[in-house]
DNA sequence: GAGTGGTCTAGACCACAGA
DNA sequence: CTGTGGTCTAGACCACTCG
């Protein structure tokens, strides 16, 4: 009908979501009823589903319905997160680990470490790395995927050439190494999941991922890690905090 | 045909646009021509279309075509940006201005000045504020609006109560008349657009933004000013630089 | 089997730009 | 006027879930 109902009924189911008159783990109407309710067609609804989805707003499920799913962003403190005493706190085994501990989720990752060369949008184009690959879950939920690129004789004094870093991860094992990163740089921007990324996350290819990337400089200036990190946006907060200069 | 053309295409198209194959400026062939290409429905290659729109690398128009819009994104430097002499750099009202043209870009805003109640979703929630908004535009397309929310009390001294702040904008003026911000925090989420951002932004409803939240703490502990800014994701990459505490 | 959402088609009508 | 993209429809067929 109207050229702007597709917006509308966007704008509207969005609102009944977010003001609670649909619950979180509550199930929507069927397409067709909707249809029938704001006098479209199927089409439009679904279309209408694909953005609320996108949104990370709700899971339509073929053959079991669509569901309310919104949970509140977990945030990310980036600057402090590197204190020694916050990646160690709780027993934890890194600053994600302590974080979501915190958010009272529970944190999974599984590591693998290989050798290769660094890609290259990184700050180590081309050189030998140690590459350590963590998938990250909340809950059982895939939330992050980090991609860290070490190089090869900085990862051998720190012994990060494993998959257990022990207490305080990595950065803990390069500072007993004399390694210690002195300065740290985070770039962010925001794009399409490739579909690897889409596979592990769970996501459709017109959602949204934050990708940061970190360097890690020690205080001779050189670069001690590079790690590329993939988190959807709509599961994710980044804070940043620092003193005026 | 398959029920995966949809994503075939789309990676295709965009592929074909990252390296190079058309050029940013470029048109790409009508909907009809594509659809036949890659033997589908036009609604299809419009579907596709929407996606790549949405990532800002085409602009399709209608009656005049479709042509490869990619830009690098504008690189924010969150936390030098603040350093007064930064600030003040080649004459510049402050961040933005300076920043703007060290990438050779022209930058221009418009100021709007009024009092009001700070929203809730600020630090400053129910306060009496004095509230600063901002569009600002990069060569004369829209691509931020800022809304700062400024403590009466705090606006007065520092006489950001008006629209021409001076070299090196308010944080300068609350510096001269001792305000001077000494903490800073920062938010990121992303979203889609709200309503009047879309329209200043020329955005669509499936496009989305960052929504960054600075605070500004005094040496006391107090908000001295709070700032929401919206950009579009596809025009900003965020950097933030700190060193190891 | 009945009902769900996923995907695509063919076609309609529209607004708009440009020769 | 022709051709462009914007939007929506009606319907098809499919994969999937659940009783």
Known sequence: ????????????????????????????PPEPDLAARFGVSRSTINRAFGLLRS??????QQGRGTTVTYRP?????????????????????????????????TPRSEVTVDRGIAPAETTLAGQQVVTRRRRMFADEHPVQLATSYIPV??????????????LGGIYSRM????????RFAEIIIVRTPEDAEARFLRLDP??????????????????VEVNVMIMPVHRWALSYEWQAG
């Open 1 to 28: 009908m109207e050229p702007e109902s597709f917006s509308l009924i966007v704008a509207t189911i969005r609102r009944e979501i977010l003001t609670g008159s649909y619950q979180p783990g509550a199930a929507l």
């Open 55 to 60: 949104e990370g707003l709700i899971d339509p």
């Open 73 to 105: 962003p977990i945030i990310r403190h980036a600057i402090s997160r590197q204190y020694r005493s916050a990646r160690e706190a709780d027993n934890s085994h890194g600053a994600f680990d302590a974080e979501l501990r915190r958010l009272g989720l």
């Open 153 to 166: 004789a900085v990862a051998l004094a720190a012994k990060v050439d494993q998959v257990d870093t022990g």
């Open 175 to 182: 500072a007993d190494a004399g390694y210690g990163p002195a």
């Open 206 to 223: 017109d959602q949204r991922v934050y990708v940061v990337t970190r360097t890690a400089y020690s205080a001779t200036g050189d670069v």
